[in-house]
């Protein structure tokens, strides 16, 4: 069972802010989203980064290198939540209703990464509907963008904005670099690799939008 009702509730208010990514599907970059992002929000304020996947992907990141911030499980996060600024929380792939009502009204932003493909987009907007009741802050945030002449980040983008959807005015360009940084086990910024502050340059948009 995610807990991320006791790590809420061991929050200081007046310090707030806890950001949580999630999806409807696999393969969008959603623990490579959580964990830039609490790079860029470790840049401003102490940040713990709650991994939740089942997978455990963030916690295998951080074993095998080294990042400037705290990743901790749901349990070990429970104690360790009152300790930072601010929290980041991965979560497990297609939550249910229950737990995605949970971490809609636990958060100040819950960040939805998306592939610009049919069928994440589709996933995408079946999570978005779920959502409607719930009133959450949410934004959808476009992942593995292929490069030009390829359209298809453009055409998502143009798709989303149309249903009146909140997006985020930055993207995610489909890199390597990524794929380097997971295996060296630090944030893209951290690679020794001419693109590695391209890619670093995307998450930080994102995360100076997130605290506008």
């Known amino acids: 069972m995610f807990k991320l009702s006791k790590i809420l509730a061991l929050f200081p208010v007046e310090n707030k802010m806890i950001i949580t990514v999630a999806a409807f599907k696999g393969g969008v970059g959603k623990s ?34 080294c990042l400037p911030f705290k990743v901790a499980d749901e349990a070990q996060a429970v104690s360790l939540a009152k300790l930072y600024e601010h929290i980041v929380i991965d979560t497990p792939a297609r939550p249910d209703a229950d737990e995605l009502k949970t971490l809609a009204k636990g958060c100040d932003l819950l960040v939805i990464p998306t592939t610009p493909d049919a ?34 980040g453009e055409e998502a983008r143009t798709t989303l904005l149309s249903a009146d ?5 930055s993207g995610i360009r489909r890199l390597a670099v990524f794929q380097r ?32």
């Open 181 to 212: 940084a997971a295996l060296e086990g630090v944030p893209v910024n951290a690679v020794k690799d001419s693109y590695a502050q391209i890619a670093w340059r995307c998450y930080a948009e994102a995360g100076k939008e997130i605290l506008k």
């Open 32 to 65: 490579t989203t959580a964990l830039h992002l609490a790079t860029y929000l470790q840049n401003k304020a102490d940040t713990l980064l709650v991994d939740g996947d089942l997978n455990r992907s963030a916690l295998d990141w951080s074993n095998r290198g």
């Open 165 to 169: 959807l909140p997006v985020f005015q």
């Open 119 to 152: 069928i994440a987009l589709a996933a995408t907007i079946q999570m978005v509907d779920s959502l409607q009741k719930l009133k959450t802050n949410y934004r959808i945030l476009l992942t593995l963008i292929p490069p030009y002449p390829n359209k298809a």
